[in-house]
């Protein structure tokens, strides 16, 4: 009964990261979207973290299989957030960059 309920949770664990992180990126307004990449850069990092442990509590294939799975996206869409708000980060550079030489 318990080994089951350790399968079941890991799937919860799994399908809540899920929707939870679709509703904290689905409310974020579109003029928010740059300031607010760094903070939903942390909710990713937490929801590698709990599909971690939900693929480290896996038994069953399946359940290897969807915390892997878990794992894989989460990581990309972590790193993905990363390298966008470093983009982001080098076109407010770059207009500081026009702006001290049109001074000079």
């Not at 399908?15 to 979207?33: K, Q």
């Amino acid at each position: 009964m318990i080994e089951g309920m350790t399968g079941v949770i890991a799937i919860y664990v799994f399908m809540l990261s899920a929707v939870a992180g679709y509703e904290v990126i689905s409310r974020v307004p579109v003029i928010l979207h740059t300031p607010l990449m760094s903070g939903s850069n942390f909710v990713h990092g937490i929801v590698v973290v709990g599909a971690m442990a939900a693929l480290g509590m896996a038994q069953t294939p399946l359940e290897q299989a969807l915390g892997f799975l878990a794992v894989l996206l989460g990581a990309g869409n972590a790193v993905g957030g990363y390298v966008v708000t470093e983009r982001m980060l080098e076109m407010f550079k770059t207009s500081d960059k026009d702006k001290k030489q049109g001074a000079k």
